[in-house]
């Protein structure tokens, strides 16, 4: 019995020297992976602590855990010494990165104390202690070997000396300052963006968000462009110090009359209570731009509000510094396909709805309350008329009093951009007689190109498929060309191919036959101009008629192409009964230019 007890005991004994002693030391596993590496001993994952001695200054990185609260928190590393701040993780990982894959050019054995002498390692460059699980190591650098390629280290235990690469030797050289945490702010960007200011001497530019838009405050007010803004806060959320310089400011940094002033404020949320909805906060993000670094050409000054003061390329911050004009919306429409709910284009009494319906959108055109059209409109066509209206450019601002706004809004044209329950709708107003526009509460006269006219008539037509006509080729069956005049051609398939019944008989050449039906049985419109024709359209005494003849299962089907006068791109035409007039591409009109050839027997 009494024995049984003592081997209890022992095996307790060995089971808490396992767990308090044990844990935590490097395993056989570990340590066998890394044989053949200098630093045996140097498991990357398990190192927690380094300490970097050089030219007299101590420097210790600790290694911080992951936030077991924050699912996104990785940790990472922090200075503790010779001053306390968030470690640079790029320059930490290349220091570990060095000394884990470190290998020896050349193996000296144990050295004496004359030779350590003559290798730099009595009074060394460098001396590095770390961390790995429980255990404790280190090593020291001395002076470059022979050919200058490396230089000696040696590891504290033992006397074995090593020759090392150069790049181990520049993972080492930093001053304190290198290991500081460049990044200048946690990440930014335009959608949480409540309030930007940037100031240069006197001039100061403002934009705040107000009821889903950006808005130009300072100098003058306008309505601010999202890309612009955009890009803005691409780059101040990309820009990084090149260098941590100090945490006091001395006058000769610039700073007390800096060259360039930012304020961001920031709309973020935050977790509330358990079961409690975030809740938003401001954040605000302050930096100014001083003077050129002293000895690095091509950087500037810069300091996070009241505190830390670095260096930042030149180049990274003037991507800041934008001009008023810069900031002013040159688009006619500043909306994003996905950020438009429904459309109202209005003409007088004429009106186009275009509204969202079991995930299409219908279009309505009315006159005076009558509905004229209904139907689903084309989502290609739809994206087409929306990337149209963001390609027209405002060409010229000018000032607008409130008695031409109300004037021109009396005679105008309207588009209305809906976008949602929470945010009011962007609307346009747009001259008849002049290209002229105004846009929601934009206090400016916009002048605009006349395509943005034409967009904003209501037109049902605009919304339709391009392709008119989809008949299959194999099941025609004759087809009669009319030129102005009332000069016609007929053709007619036959089983050996296709013959000329008028105004003369004989067979037709195959090949422009072919072309034509190629053309005509697949027929896309190049764009939609009416939703009926108009005398400039030229299609009451058409220059070309076109009747196509197809037949299957013993029945027949017809159908008219009218062509009208010249346009961009084409001319203006009209199928059969369809009202709706558009531009057919030059691409069949040169093939209805010539008489059809007759075969040569």
């Given amino acids: 019995m009494l024995r049984t007890l003592i081997l209890a005991g022992v095996a307790l004994g060995l089971l808490l020297f396992i767990v308090f002693v044990e844990r935590g030391s490097l395993s056989t596993t570990e340590l066998e992976g890394r044989k053949g590496r200098v630093l045996d001993n140097f498991v990357r994952e398990r190192v927690t602590r380094v300490e970097l001695q050089r030219h007299g200054v101590k420097t210790v990185l600790v290694k911080v855990p992951p936030n077991p609260n924050d699912p996104l928190d990785t940790g990472g590393w922090r200075v503790e010494a010779p001053y306390r701040a968030k470690a640079d993780r790029e320059v930490v990982d290349s220091l570990l990165s060095a000394l884990e894959w470190a290998e020896a050019r050349r193996s000296l054995g144990d050295a004496s104390a004359a030779e350590l002498k003559q290798f730099g390692l009595e009074a060394p460059r460098y001396r590095v202690s770390f961390v790995a699980g429980r255990d404790s190591s280190g090593f020291a650098i001395g002076g470059p070997d022979a050919d200058g390629g490396g230089a000696y280290l040696k590891r504290s235990e033992g006397s074995a000396v090593f020759v090392v690469s150069k790049e181990v030797l520049e993972s080492l050289d930093h001053e304190p300052v290198d290991f500081h945490d460049k990044n200048l702010h946690e990440g930014l960007t335009a959608l949480t963006l409540e309030r930007l200011t940037l100031q240069a001497g006197s001039e100061e530019r403002r934009v705040q968000r107000r009821a889903g838009f950006f808005w130009l405050e300072k100098p003058w007010p306008a309505l601010a462009s999202s890309p612009e803004l955009s890009s803005l806060m691409d780059a101040l959320d990309g820009m990084r110090a090149s260098r941590y310089v100090a945490d006091t400011v001395k006058e000769s940094y610039g700073l007390g009359a800096p060259r360039l002033r930012v304020e961001v404020e920031s709309l973020v949320?935050?977790?509330?209570?358990?079961?409690?909805?975030?809740?938003?906060?401001?954040?605000?993000?302050?930096?100014?731009?001083?003077?050129?670094?002293?000895?690095?050409?091509?950087?500037?000054?810069?300091?996070?509000?009241?505190?830390?003061?670095?260096?930042?390329?030149?180049?990274?911050?003037?991507?800041?510094?934008?001009?008023?004009?810069?900031?002013?919306?040159?688009?006619?429409?500043?909306?994003?396909?996905?950020?438009?709910?429904?459309?109202?284009?209005?003409?007088?009494?004429?009106?186009?709805?275009?509204?969202?319906?079991?995930?299409?959108?219908?279009?309505?055109?009315?006159?005076?309350?009558?509905?004229?059209?209904?139907?689903?409109?084309?989502?290609?066509?739809?994206?087409?008329?929306?990337?149209?209206?963001?390609?027209?450019?405002?060409?010229?601002?000018?000032?607008?009093?409130?008695?031409?706004?109300?004037?021109?809004?009396?005679?105008?044209?309207?588009?209305?951009?809906?976008?949602?329950?929470?945010?009011?709708?962007?609307?346009?107003?747009?001259?008849?007689?002049?290209?002229?526009?105004?846009?929601?509460?934009?206090?400016?006269?916009?002048?605009?190109?006349p395509s943005v006219n034409e967009l904003l008539t209501p037109m049902a037509a605009r919304f339709r498929k391009k392709r008119v006509l989809d008949e299959n080729e194999a099941q025609f069956s004759a087809l009669t060309l009319t030129r102005a005049g009332g000069a016609s051609e007929r053709v007619v398939k036959t089983g050996a191919g296709y013959e000329l019944a008028t105004p003369l008989s004989g067979f037709a050449e195959r090949g422009p036959v072919d072309e034509i039906l190629r053309l005509a049985s697949k027929l896309d419109a190049l764009r939609f101009v009416a939703d009926a024709p108009r005398p400039e359209h030229g299609l009451a005494a058409p220059y070309r008629s076109l009747r196509l003849e197809y037949t299957s299962d013993g029945k027949a089907r017809t159908h008219s192409l009218d062509v009208g006068e010249k346009t961009t791109g084409g001319r203006f035409a009209k199928l059969d009964a369809d009202p709706a007039v558009f531009v057919v591409a030059e691409a069949l009109l040169s093939k209805l230019e010539q008489p059809l050839p007759r075969r040569v027997q």
């Fill in 269 to 449: 949320y935050k977790d509330g209570e358990k079961g409690q909805k975030s809740k938003p906060h401001k954040e605000l993000l302050a930096l100014r731009i001083g003077a050129a670094c002293a000895g690095h050409a091509h950087e500037s000054y810069l300091q996070l509000g009241e505190g830390s003061v670095y260096c930042v390329a030149d180049a990274e911050w003037k991507k800041l510094d934008k001009r008023a004009e810069e900031l002013r919306e040159p688009r006619v429409l500043p909306l994003d396909d996905s950020a438009i709910t429904a459309v109202k284009l209005q003409d007088g009494q004429r009106e186009l709805s275009l509204t969202p319906q079991d995930q299409t959108t219908r279009r309505r055109l009315t006159d005076h309350g009558r509905e004229l059209h209904s139907g689903i409109a084309d989502p290609a066509a739809l994206g087409e008329f929306y990337a149209a209206l963001r390609a027209a450019k405002v060409e010229q601002f000018g000032a607008l009093t409130p008695a031409a706004r109300t004037q021109l809004e009396q005679n105008a044209l309207i588009g209305r951009f809906e976008r949602g329950k929470d945010d009011a709708a962007f609307v346009l107003h747009v001259a008849r007689a002049e290209p002229l526009a105004v846009r929601s509460d934009d206090p400016e006269l916009l002048t605009v190109a």
